[in-house]
C-alpha cells in the first residue's frame, strides 16, 4: 500500500503561484505597451519603465484581476484597471526610494530610479507615472466600462492613492525625521500608518476589482474586510522579513527599520508577538473570505502566503 | 470743453483685472475649504496648503471659469474643475521648487514648501496634491455635470499633466543636466519644450472650461489655437521678465535661466527678436479668439496683458 500523499494543497499552492505568475504577466505586457507608446520626452519614459518594469510579483493588479474574476468573465478595461494600481504602486515607491525620503539604492535587486538614472528624472518617473494612471483610466482604453463605474473606479484609486501619501508622511514622521512633532510608537499608531501606507491601495485594488465585477454591498464590505486583514498581514510579514532576510536574499536593503528606530510590528511585539499577530490577521481575512457567497482561493491563497513570505 | 479722457481701454482693464481677482478670491475659497476638510496626516495637509494658498494669479482657473462663461452660466462643478486644474499647477511648482530640480528657495516671495518643510514633505505634498485633483473631478463635488463630460475632464487633466511632466524633463536635458544628451538650443527645440512645459496645462484649462460650457468642435479649435499662443506669450514674457527684473521685485531668483546656459526666446532670439515674436503671438492669439462667434474680452486682455508684464 502506498502512503498518501498531501498532494491537495501543494498542487493548489502551485495552481495559484501560477496565477499570479499569469496576472503578472499579462499586466506586464500592458504596462510594457503603454508605456511604449508613450509620446513623451525619450528619457522620462525610459526612467518610468525603469521604475515599473524591473520585476515585482504585481500582487495589486493580480487582486484587481482575481477580486473581479469571482464575480463572472473579464470585463473589457480590466487589465487597464489593473495596470493603474501598479502604475500608482510603482509611483510611490521611486519616490519613496529618493534620497530625501527613505534613500535606497537597490529595489528587487537593482539600481532605484534616481541612481540608475537621477533625482531629478526619479520625481518626474514617479509623477509621471502617477499621471498614467489616472489617464489610463479616463482615456479610451477602458472605454467600454460604463461611464459612472468608471469615475467610482478613479475615485476609488485617486483615494487610495491619497491615503498611500499620508501614511508614508506619518511613517517619516514616526521615524522621528520632523523632531518636533514625533508621536509615541504604539500598536495602534503603527497599525494606522500601516492601514494608509500599505493598506489602502491593497483595499482600492481589491474594491476595483469588486466594483467591475459588479458585487453587491456585502460582497464588497467582505472583501474590504479581506483587504484591511491582508493590507495589515502583508505590513508584518515584511517587518519579520527585515529582521531576518540578509541584504542579498531581499535584493534592498534590511534591518534598516529596525536602525531607524521605527515602530515597527516586530518592535513592538517582538518577534513570537508579531508573528502571533500575522496568524490572526491571516484568520481574520479568511474568516471574511468566508461570508462571500462563493470560494475565492486565490485571495485565501495569497493571504495564507504572508507567512511563508518568513524565510 | 473738456479733452475727451480714454476712459473705456482703461476701464476695461480695470475691469479685467477686477475679474480675474474674483476668479481667483472664488478659486482661493474653494482650495481653502477643500484643503480644510482633509482627513489626512496633518503635516501633509499643511504642507499642501502652503504649497496652493501662498499667493498666485490662479490664471489656469480663471481660463476654466472664463471660457466656460463664454457659452453660458455657470455650470454645478465648474468651479471644481478650476481648483483642479490649480492643483496640478501647485504640484507641479512644488516639485519643481525642489533641491534636485530647479533649487529654487523662494515662491511668490515666501519660502518653498521644501524651505517651510522639508524635501520629503515637499515631495509628499506635491503628490498630495496631484492625487487631489483627480480626487476632485472624480468625487461627489463635480458629480452633477454628465459621467462621460466627467471623465473627458479627467483624461484631458492627465494628457496635460503628462505633457507638463515631459516638457520639464525636457527643460532639464536642455540646461545640459543630463550630460551624454544635450540637445541643440534651437528655437524650434526651446518652442517644442515650452509648448510642453507651460502650454500643455494652460491648453488642458482652456479646453476644460469650454467642454464643461458645451462649446462645439469649431470653437474648441479656436480656442485651442488662442491656448497655444498665450502659452507662448506667457512664457516669452517669463524670458523677457526674467533679464529685467530684479530679485525683489519677481519674488524668486531670477537672471537664473540665463546662468544655466538654458535656450530661452531672449538667448536665442535676443531681447528685440523675444519682444516681436511675444507681439506676433499676442495677434495671432488674437486671431484665433476673432473666429469665436462672441467676442472674448478677458481672453483678449489676458493674452494682452503678456506685455504689461514687463517692467
Not at 487597464?80 to 528587487?108: K, Q, W, Y
Not at 458585487?215 to 517587518?239: H, K, P, V
Not at 540578509?246 to 531607524?260: C, L, N, S, V
Amino acid at each position: 500500500m502506498k502512503v498518501p500523499l498531501p498532494a491537495a494543497p501543494a498542487a493548489d499552492a502551485i495552481l495559484m503561484a501560477e496565477r499570479l505568475k499569469r496576472a503578472a504577466g499579462c499586466v506586464d505586457d500592458a504596462l510594457d505597451a503603454l508605456l511604449s507608446g508613450l509620446s513623451l520626452e525619450p528619457r522620462l519614459v525610459a526612467a518610468m519603465k525603469h521604475g515599473t518594469l524591473a520585476g515585482g510579483k504585481r500582487v495589486r493588479p493580480a487582486l484587481v484581476l482575481e477580486t473581479a474574476a469571482l464575480f463572472g468573465p473579464p470585463a473589457s478595461g480590466l487589465v487597464e484597471a489593473a495596470a493603474a494600481l501598479e502604475l500608482i504602486h510603482a509611483f510611490s515607491l521611486v519616490h519613496d526610494d529618493l534620497p530625501a525620503m527613505d534613500d535606497d539604492a537597490l529595489r528587487r535587486g537593482q539600481p532605484t530610479v534616481h541612481i540608475a538614472y537621477d533625482e531629478a528624472s526619479a520625481i518626474l518617473a514617479g509623477d509621471g507615472l502617477h499621471a498614467l494612471a489616472f489617464a489610463l483610466l479616463s482615456g479610451g482604453q477602458t472605454a467600454e466600462l460604463d461611464p459612472a463605474l468608471r469615475l467610482d473606479l478613479i475615485d476609488a484609486l485617486a483615494r487610495g492613492t491619497l491615503s498611500m501619501i499620508s501614511g508614508q508622511m506619518r511613517d517619516l514622521a514616526a521615524e522621528g525625521r520632523f523632531a518636533t512633532e514625533r508621536p509615541a510608537l504604539t500598536l495602534e499608531g503603527v497599525v494606522g500608518i500601516q492601514s494608509e501606507k500599505t493598506g489602502a491601495l491593497i483595499a482600492a485594488a481589491v474594491d476595483i476589482g469588486a466594483r467591475i465585477g459588479g458585487a453587491g454591498q456585502d460582497e464588497r464590505r467582505a472583501l474590504g474586510d479581506y483587504a484591511a486583514r491582508l493590507g495589515l498581514a502583508f505590513q508584518i510579514s515584511d517587518d519579520l522579513l527585515d529582521i531576518a532576510a540578509t541584504a542579498e536574499e531581499a535584493g534592498k536593503a534590511t534591518g534598516k527599520d529596525a536602525g531607524a528606530g521605527k515602530g515597527t510590528f516586530v518592535s513592538l511585539l517582538g518577534e513570537d508577538g508579531a508573528t502571533a499577530r500575522l496568524e490572526e490577521e491571516i484568520a481574520a481575512g479568511l474568516a471574511a473570505l468566508a461570508r462571500l457567497p462563493a470560494p475565492a482561493p486565490f485571495h485565501a491563497w495569497l493571504i495564507g502566503e504572508m507567512k511563508g513570505r518568513r524565510r
